[in-house]
T-cell receptor, first 118, second 113 residues
Framework: GAVVSQHPSRVICKSGTSVKIECRSLDFQATTMFWYRQFPKQSLMLMATSNEGSKATYEQGVEKDKFLINHASLTLSTLTVTSAHPEDSSFYIC??????????????FGNGTRLTVT | GENVEQHPSTLSVQEGDSAVIKCTYSDSASNYFPWYKQELGKGPQLIIDIRSNVGEKKDQRIAVTLNKTAKHFSLHITETQPEDSAVYFCAASRDNYGQNFVFGPGTRLSVLP
């Protein structure tokens, strides 16, 4: 149980285009999902917290107009990288916590999306 | 805010030996501590977790210990196997509700056959 599916796993796009990444909780509902960015050989950096039915909360230094987050349902959150540039190339990972889980319970991660902007 | 440190950054052990990874945290309010294993090109997978009301937890070859007074917790892997090779991240809950985690910088474990 507690499977999080993330698509696409890899994407290559040209500078100036936009890319959408989907994060789905397959067998549970999640009011909150999290989006991370990970650089090579580094830890996960939280970008934003995605709340179902409301605006996302962005971490300091993350441009909300650059990284658009939509949490349209209890099982789907999307991250859109707008007007992508080569410096946006990275590994993006989502995670989710199931509704009804206690306050101290694990996050379940997707398998990540490798974005390469040429 | 919470800060999590993790050591060592890299660790190589012979197959069959034990591996220990240590983490410290700064926020005494943190009360949930998961450990994640990340294989190359994949997302992190939970391997074990511990809550603040417990000092030790074990699951087969994996164990975690927690010292809340000293604010440190450790991952112990016994009888290591090549498939244990991965990057391991510790984390601490950032607020009282444990919604957001702060991750350590990671430890790259290599188990040599």
């Amino acid at each position: 149980g507690a499977v999080v599916s993330q698509h696409p796993s890899r994407v290559i796009c040209k500078s100036g285009t936009s890319v959408k990444i989907e994060c789905r909780s397959l067998d549970f509902q999640a009011t909150t999902m999290f989006w991370y960015r990970q650089f090579p050989k580094q830890s996960l950096m939280l970008m934003a917290t995605s709340n179902e039915g409301s605006k996302a909360t962005y971490e300091q230094g993350v441009e909300k107009d650059k990284f658009l987050i939509n949490h349209a349902s209890l099982t789907l959150s999307t991250l859109t990288v707008t007007s992508a540039h080569p410096e946006d190339s990275s590994f993006y990972i989502c995670s989710a916590k199931a509704i009804g889980q206690g306050s101290n319970s694990p996050l379940h991660f997707g398998n990540g999306t490798r974005l390469t902007v040429t | 805010g919470e800060n999590v440190e993790q050591h060592p950054s890299t660790l190589s052990v012979q197959e069959g030996d034990s591996a220990v990874i240590k983490c410290t945290y700064s926020d005494s309010a943190s009360n949930y501590f998961p450990w994640y294993k990340q294989e190359l090109g994949k997302g992190p997978q939970l391997i074990i977790d511990i809550r603040s009301n417990v000092g030790e937890k074990k699951d087969q070859r994996i164990a975690v210990t927690l010292n809340k007074t000293a604010k440190h917790f450790s991952l112990h892997i016994t009888e290591t196997q090549p498939e244990d090779s991965a990057v391991y991240f510790c984390a601490a809950s950032r607020d009282n509700y444990g919604q957001n985690f702060v991750f350590g910088p990671g430890t790259r474990l290599s188990v040599l056959p």
